[in-house]
């Protein structure tokens, strides 16, 4: 279990009180959002999730200096389309002026929030005084938010862990940058339960959510984040830590069905059946377009074999699925997997609570470059 195995409630028969939750003038549908995700949360992904009740989301995090200089992050990251709001595009860098000029060309982009990612733990990222280094340094990061606030009379927010590390040093660093946040009025704050030395191992500390909360200024809206994986893990944190919405990160990745099953949840009924082979099947080549429409068919073709074998753990072939997609090449090879596996229909299978090695190991937040 990703948190207290202690504390337990009906999930299935008693509907949750839902408080309402806010980014700046958008209620949320749902108090739930799809994280951004490297290599993963593009247009595409983001599309599919909204269609399958997913109400808000981010982007991958963009470099300030790539968005300033034009370039393939600009070109590929930063789009949108009519359907892809409200969203929030999620910028990562060390400058305060840069990252402020940056933050205007996403507003010029569409984009209705400025997200700052001061919670990445990538090594390269951390090198570059980037991400969760941040919650090393308060003293720049208060510089970049101000700096940022300056430049952009718009939304904000703002992706944290609960600290660098375990030590009270860094408590204290992350309670000087949470409450700047909460000071500039930034219209959400997302808190990651781990601590960036933690990376993705060991489990995220939802208790500290729960205080978090507690101590959250009324008006502030507080994303809880860490090990939500399924439906139930979504409820889970949302009822025992009191957070105002749950940030879905992994958990959404090849299951954009999980914001439906959070929403029937809520309501007090039954988790829904898993998406069956035909509604697979559906989600994948309407991913599949979008991804054309990002990358054009060659790119889209390499691009959708990660997403693909994602998708595959709801098959009930899914070790099979998962080893033809990872060896995909071209669209050829693509719908050959598709024509093999999924032009019959019958039931999909859950996705657990336990994420596979791979998922620790290879999703990560480096920034798209």
């Given at each position: 279990m990703p948190n207290n195995p202690a504390i337990s409630f009906n999930s299935r028969t008693t509907p949750a009180v839902v408080r309402p939750c806010r980014v700046g003038p958008f209620t949320l549908a749902i108090p739930a959002m799809q994280a951004g995700?490297?290599?993963?949360?593009?247009?595409?992904?983001?599309?599919?999730?909204?269609?399958?009740?997913?109400?808000?989301?981010?982007?991958?995090?963009?470099?300030?200096?790539?968005l300033l200089r034009g370039g393939r992050g600009l070109e590929k990251g930063a789009v949108l389309c009519d359907e892809d709001h409200p969203v929030a595009g999620q910028l990562m860098g060390s400058e305060p002026e840069e990252l402020a000029r940056a933050a205007k060309v996403l507003i010029e982009c569409g984009f209705d929030v400025i997200d700052l990612n001061f919670a990445c733990p990538v090594r390269k990222v951390m090198g570059r005084c980037r991400g969760g280094y941040l919650l090393s340094d308060p003293e720049t990061a208060i510089a970049i938010m101000r700096r940022v606030r300056d430049a952009v009379p718009g939304l904000l927010s703002i992706k944290l862990r609960r600290a660098l590390n375990d030590t009270t040093q860094a408590a204290e660093w992350f309670d000087q940058v949470f409450a700047e946040a909460c000071a500039l009025e930034f219209a959400a704050i997302a808190v990651h339960g781990r601590t960036v030395e933690q990376k993705y191992t060991g489990l995220a500390d939802w208790n500290f959510l729960t205080g978090l909360k507690q101590r959250t200024p009324a008006g502030v809206t507080l994303f809880g984040s860490g090990d939500v994986f399924t439906a139930e893990d979504a409820l889970r944190m949302y009822q025992t830590t009191g957070v105002d919405g749950v940030w879905i990160a992994r958990g959404a990745i090849g299951n954009p069905w999980i914001f439906n099953e959070f929403a029937a949840l809520l309501r007090g009924e039954p988790l829904p059946a898993p998406p069956t082979i035909h509604e697979q099947r559906h989600a994948l080549l309407e991913h599949f377009r979008l991804a054309v429409d990002i990358y054009g068919e060659a790119l889209a073709s390499r691009q959708m074999r990660k997403i693909a074998i994602k998708y595959s753990?709801?098959?009930?072939?899914?070790?099979?699925v998962w080893r033809e997609f990872i060896a995909v090449?071209?669209?050829?090879?693509?719908?050959?997997?598709?024509?093999?596996?999924?032009a019959v229909d019958g039931a999909g299978v859950r996705v657990g609570s336990v994420p596979d090695a791979e998922d620790v190991c290879k999703v990560s937040c480096e920034p798209a470059a």
């Open positions: 995700l490297a290599g993963y949360s593009d247009m595409a992904m983001r599309c599919v999730a909204r269609r399958r009740g997913c109400p808000y989301a981010v982007t991958e995090a963009l470099l300030d200096q790539v753990k709801l098959h009930p072939n899914g070790p099979v090449k071209n669209q050829r090879e693509w719908d050959e997997v598709m024509a093999r596996h999924y």
